[in-house]
């Protein structure tokens, strides 16, 4: 008979101090590793100061209202490397534009926005530009397009919407 008995492996006091220096350097690895990308990315700042912002609701509600009343409809055209923007009457007429500046804005990333100053066709005068354009191709993507469209008015049309860009085109 074989008397080699082989000696079980006991837990011992270091078995144990491995076991809890583990755990923490893991939640210490993990609680790090949040807070490098929370720091790295966006900040979730929507505005500076929001007493402000809801003693301005109000008016910028007035102005939306108003222009609502306008029946005029932006047309924004996202293709082949140029942004180009018009506006249109409640008759469907294209109305002549002094100026358009376009803000792309990412909705979780502000490194990512982008302003754009569109400029009339080669030819039209300022103030009888139908449509205004730019070069160029935002990144794939959502985005949020706020649009300031200077069309002789006491304050620019203001035309904010959500788009999905694809292959460097408006979907």
Do not use: C
């Not at 993990?30 to 966006?42: D, H, I, P, Q």
């Not at 620019?156 to 959500?162: A, L």
């Amino acid at each position: 008979m074989n008397t080699d008995l082989k000696k079980a492996r006991e837990f011992t006091g270091w078995h144990m101090l491995i076991v809890i220096v583990g755990f923490f350097a893991v939640v210490i690895g993990v609680n790090l590793t949040m807070a490098t990308l929370a720091r790295t990315s966006w900040t979730g700042l929507v505005v500076e100061n929001t007493y402000v912002a809801s003693q301005q609701f109000n008016e910028e509600a007035r102005k939306g209202r108003a222009q609502a009343a306008l029946g005029w409809t932006g047309k924004l055209t996202v293709a082949s490397g140029e942004v180009r923007y018009s506006l249109i009457d409640a008759h469907g007429k294209t109305l002549p534009l002094q100026g358009v500046r376009i803000l792309f804005r990412h909705p979780a990333y502000e490194a990512e926005d982008e302003t754009l100053t569109l400029a009339a066709p080669a030819g039209a005068t300022s103030g009888n530009a139908a449509e205004f354009a730019v070069r160029h191709t935002p990144k794939d993507g959502v985005w949020i397009v706020e649009i300031d469209a200077d069309a002789g008015l006491a304050s620019p049309f203001r035309d904010v919407r959500r788009v999905m860009i694809s292959n460097g085109a408006l979907q």
